[in-house]
């Protein structure tokens, strides 16, 4: 069956200017999850969806950074104003309620020059 | 805080040699407990998860982790490495039993050479 899809899987943009990340979970999986991968670094933890709520936002690294999730499914993840340090490899992951093993996408790698 | 560690940020290892790749965490109520993989060009991989029960549980490719609560680790280990192991691993603890939040170590790459 079709796993976690994200796209664009690369972007370059100029600094300043606003992106958009799309996630494409599993089919039927209510957890969805974002992850900011920067070079040589574990994973951040950014955001957590059930359903289409997000309870936390606490891990968003600033205001520029936002998430949504519409009919359970597809996600988005907005970085507004993008600067330098925005520049990392973000990864979705999907997972049924409860489940704890999470599936993760291919990644978008985003570069702010 | 929660945290996990991985002292170890590169490891080389021969083809048929073992491995242990070392976790540590840091949490304050049961942790949940996972090893994931991710070879070039490749998503991460689910390895092996611990909840309870049995501390040495049985992951895919013939990897296995032990839990100690003791030490707070949760060491990987494969008796015999393939050289389609070469990859980074990376091991994670799941916040709570919803799993609404999760804390990753910062990866250990390993290298095998034939």
């Known amino acids: 069956g079709a796993g976690v899809s994200q796209s664009p899987s690369n972007k370059v943009t100029e600094k300043g200017k606003d992106v958009e990340l799309r996630c494409d979970p599993i089919?039927?999986?209510?957890?969805l999850y974002w992850y900011r991968q920067s070079l040589g670094q574990g994973l951040e933890f950014l955001i957590y969806?059930?359903?289409?709520?997000?309870?936390?936002k606490s891990g968003l690294p600033s205001d520029r950074f936002s998430a949504e999730r519409t009919g359970g499914s597809v996600s988005t993840l907005t970085i507004q104003r993008t600067q330098q340090e925005d520049s990392a490899v973000y990864l979705c992951a999907s997972s049924l309620k409860g489940a704890g093993e999470q599936y993760f996408g291919p990644g978008t790698r985003l570069t702010v020059t | 805080a929660q945290s996990v560690t991985q002292p170890d940020i590169h490891i080389t290892v021969s083809e048929g040699a073992s491995l242990e790749l070392r976790c540590n965490y840091s949490y304050g109520a049961t942790p949940y407990l996972f090893w994931y993989v991710q070879s070039p060009g490749q998503g991460l991989q689910l390895l092996l998860k611990y909840f309870s029960g049995d501390t040495l549980v049985q992951g895919i490719k013939g990897f296995e982790a032990e839990f100690k609560r003791s030490q707070s680790s949760f060491n990987l280990r494969k008796p015999s490495v393939h050289w389609s192991d070469a990859a980074e691993y990376f091991c994670a603890v799941g916040a709570s039993y919803n799993f609404n939040k999760f804390y990753f170590g910062s990866g250990t790459k390993l290298n095998v050479k034939p």
């Open positions: 089919s039927g999986h209510t957890a």
């Open positions: 969806f059930q359903g289409n709520s997000a309870p936390d």
